[in-house]
């Protein structure tokens, strides 16, 4: 699987990962708001693309998100149902 996070600051590239492996990375809100990373998850014939830190919605952030079969979930074993699903290439 292909995962590549981005900020409109910060690109961290695209690293090569296994399906349930972590992938993480540190980085320092803005003083004045409007930290974003969103990031592109490609897994061959599947991909997907979710904001992984919204500064202005912080809501919208957790400190682990776990990939499995259905898509990313937040929680550890992907119960219940993703935060964002997969869907096809094309």
């Known amino acids: 699987m292909i ?4 900020s ?3 690109d ?3 690293q090569e990962t ?3 492996s972590r992938y993480t ?6 003083l004045f708001g409007g930290t974003y990373f969103w990031c592109d998850l ?12 919204d500064q202005e919605k912080r809501g919208r952030f957790a400190s682990e998100f776990y990939v499995g ?3 990313v979930y937040k929680e550890f074993g992907c119960s219940g149902n993703p935060i964002v699903a997969w869907r096809p290439k094309g």
């Open 12 to 14: 961290l590239g695209g």
């Open 3 to 6: 995962v590549h996070c981005q």
């Open 69 to 71: 079969d259905g898509g």
């Open 42 to 53: 490609d897994l061959g014939d599947r991909r997907l693309s979710f904001t992984a830190f």
């Open 8 to 10: 409109g600051d910060n």
């Open 25 to 30: 990375w540190h980085f320092v809100t803005n």
């Open 18 to 20: 296994d399906v349930g």
